[in-house]
């Protein structure tokens, strides 16, 4: 089966994410406040309300605030109701990020890896440690701590015996460099925090990433794959492997 355009739109619509350790509700649009080990603050995402953009949003920075919270982040897509873009940036936002969603057929996939990358399924307590020291510099978040590494790898099996996610490691000439996630959901595959170290961009460790992601996850029923990709990063390498453009997410900050 072939997910059509508005399948694809409605799946990435629905994606979001709740760490662990996180708070989340769901009114006007998707809330989720961040654990404090992601910086803290609270997503916005998901509009679909009767209620005008200003009402919506008035909400949204009221919740915030009863959590304790100073820092709104609101995604938003061609899929909102009410649109809230022109409401926050009268309002003083800042445009502070943008995603690409691409979408493709698993089965019309052809990746290329050098000698050299190597890519694995991560099932070690080792391995969660590894992911772990590639995403602290990536994504500037704290290490996690003897107990959350444990945690975390209870999570990886949990999802590989379920068939549901998994995440994967890749290696340049032995050293981890990179990794990536997915989730299984209505025959889509989520690839989900793509991290590479810097001094290990552009060798090939995120296509390995990629490939083994896409094949792991057709092994466990996904026909498309679907993922969000920054234009300055993976973007540029998800269009060259084949995969189409399905229009972009913008991320708006409030300080509340």
């Known amino acids: 089966m072939t997910h059509s355009t508005a399948e694809i739109l409605r799946a990435s ?11 989340h509700e769901k009114g006007d ?11 803290g603050g609270v997503r916005a995402s998901q509009v679909e309300s009767g209620a005008d953009a200003g009402t ?3 909400r949204a920075i009221e919740r915030t605030r009863r959590w304790g919270e100073s820092v709104l982040t609101v995604w938003t897509s061609a899929s909102d109701v009410p649109d809230l873009e022109d409401k926050l940036r009268r309002r ?6 943008t995603v690409a969603v691409f979408a493709l057929a698993i089965e019309d996939l052809r990746i290329e890896v050098p000698e050299g990358v190597t890519a694995e ?7 969660v440690r590894e992911v772990d020291r590639i995403n602290v510099p990536v994504w500037k978040q704290q290490p996690l701590d003897d107990d959350g590494l444990r945690v975390e790898h209870d999570e990886v099996i949990r999802g590989l015996d379920a068939g ?8 340049i000439d032995g050293i981890a460099v990179s990794t990536g996630g997915c989730t299984i959901v209505d025959g889509f595959t989520r690839l989900w925090g793509a991290a590479t170290l810097e001094w290990a961009r552009g060798r090939g460790a995120y296509r390995a990433v990629l490939a083994e992601r896409l094949r792991a996850s057709a092994e466990r029923g996904a026909e498309t794959a ?13 269009a060259r492997a084949g995969f189409t453009h399905y229009g972009d997410e913008r991320a708006y900050r409030l300080h509340v």
Do not use: C, M, Y
């Open 29 to 39: 649009l998707q809330l989720v406040r961040d654990p404090h080990r992601f910086g």
């Open 56 to 58: 919506v949003l008035d």
């Open 226 to 238: 679907l993922v969000k990709g920054r234009h300055s990063t993976s973007a540029p390498i998800l």
């Open 13 to 23: 619509a629905s994606w979001v994410w709740f760490p662990r350790d996180s708070e």
């Open 121 to 127: 399924i991560v099932r070690t307590l080792d391995q």
């Open 92 to 97: 003083g936002a800042e445009h502070v990020d």
């Open 164 to 171: 549901s996610g998994l995440q994967v490691l890749s290696r």
